[in-house]
């Protein structure tokens, strides 16, 4: 009967030894996808489910600052002192010229006959002498085509205009579109970090019910694979979230994570 007994002993010793070094290589294999016990944060300890984002006006003034805008208003200015040119084409049909000139003018002069012995004679003046003039030329083609030059170039003008208004609706829709694209992503990756940490807790709770021997491996496998799928999904939202905030930091001119 004691011999009984001392196997029956050596037996559960045996079990449970067998459960704990089923437990340890458990662990061991998949140590390497175990994630702690809280909600991981995104890099540079950020966290996107507490982030506020700028609101809309804020996005679309700060986008005004693009270097698209600076473009198009420096082709206005352009065009503004080339329509300036255009209005005062009139001047080229008058011409206006004018010389002065100062000096002394001098003169020697011989003269001798049969009668006259040879004599030398000079004789200078001080000179000081203005000329103006003035012409007019006005190429009829010029002249009365003169009024649609004008309308042609403010014609550019206002067409370069309604090139930004253009460009900057589309800057808008393209903003908005990122924007609704966030506030779902961050909605949805709060409802994920949720998940993630009820499966966390989870995995913690049966690793001990499994420690204790109330808790079978494959109930334990089971357990760690949902915690490595919602860990997975959780980053690849955060990994979007990343990308879209970058893309709406370059579209509006604005930092928001970046800073």
């Not at 050596?10 to 390497?32: A, E, P, R």
């Not at 540079?44 to 984002?53: H, I, N």
């Not at 649609?148 to 403010?154: E, I, L, S, T």
């Not at 334990?220 to 990994?239: C, Q, R, S």
């Amino acid at each position: 009967m004691k011999i009984y007994n001392g196997l029956m002993s050596i037996k559960c010793c045996c079990l449970n030894m067998k459960k704990i070094i089923l437990m340890l290589l458990f662990l061991i294999t998949v140590g390497s996808l175990s994630f702690g016990q809280s909600v991981p944060l995104p890099a540079e300890g950020l966290d996107y489910t507490k982030l506020l984002l700028p609101s809309l006006e804020e996005l679309f003034e700060n986008a005004k600052k693009s270097p698209s805008v600076e473009m198009f208003e420096s082709k206005m200015m352009e065009q503004d002192n080339q329509l300036k040119t255009e209005k005062r084409s009139w001047l080229k049909y008058f011409k206006v010229g004018g010389s002065w000139q100062y000096g002394n003018i001098g003169v020697n002069s011989m003269f001798t006959d049969q009668n006259t012995p040879l004599f030398y004679q000079y004789s200078g003046a001080t000179q000081n002498a203005r000329f103006v003039s003035g012409t007019v030329s006005v190429p009829f083609d010029d002249l009365f085509d003169r009024s649609n030059r004008v309308k042609r170039q403010k014609m550019q003008r206002r067409s370069t205009e309604l090139e930004m208004e253009k460009w900057f609706d589309e800057q808008k829709l393209r903003i908005i579109d990122s924007y609704v694209k966030l506030t779902s992503a961050m909605s949805v990756l709060k409802k994920k970090a949720e998940n993630l940490t009820l499966t966390q807790a989870q995995v913690k709770s049966l690793e001990a019910d499994f420690a204790n021997g109330n808790a079978e491996i494959a109930a334990l496998t089971v357990a760690k694979k949902m915690e490595v799928d919602a860990y997975e999904t959780f980053k690849i939202t955060e990994g979007t979230i990343t990308a879209e905030l970058l893309h709406l930091e370059i579209l509006s001119r604005t930092k928001i994570i970046s800073k």
